[in-house]
């Protein structure tokens, strides 16, 4: 069974800096890229992040560039997602997700749409 198990959310303060794990299994993990999603209520899920297959590329949104970092480590399936100065609006839950494209593309994708964890709170607030 294909699985992602995010970890490291939390609470933290505005400035602040938080380390997110996403435990990858059941796939062969470097097939895939990796990304992070975030969604917060009433708002559609966006992506934050995202690192390709063999960690040579990475994007990330506007709003994150300079404060975030993806990285991967192929050895253990698991990928990373680093913030720091954080924000309050950078509040939400954050969702790993593996995909076959890059950036990551779930509609009208030939190898199906990836998969995705369940997700882990990270809250700014002071």
């Known amino acids: 069974q294909e699985q992602l198990v995010e970890s490291g959310g939390g609470l933290v303060q505005p400035g602040g800096s938080l380390k997110l794990s996403c435990a990858a299994s059941?796939?062969?993990?470097?097939?895939?890229?990796m990304s992070w999603f975030r969604q917060t209520p009433g708002k559609e899920r966006e992506l934050v992040a995202a690192i390709t297959s063999a960690g040579f590329s990475t994007r990330y949104a506007d709003s994150v560039k300079g404060r975030f970092t993806i990285s991967r480590n192929n050895a253990n399936n698991t990928v990373f997602l680093q913030m720091s100065s954080l924000k309050v609006e950078d509040t939400a839950v954050y969702y790993c997700?593996?995909?076959?494209?890059?950036?990551?593309?779930?509609?009208?994708?030939?190898?199906?749409?990836?998969?995705w964890g369940q997700g882990t709170q990270v809250t700014v607030s002071s």
């Open positions: 059941g796939f062969i993990f470097t097939n895939y890229g």
């Open positions: 997700h593996a995909n076959r494209y890059f950036p990551p593309r779930t509609e009208n994708s030939d190898y199906g749409p990836g998969y």
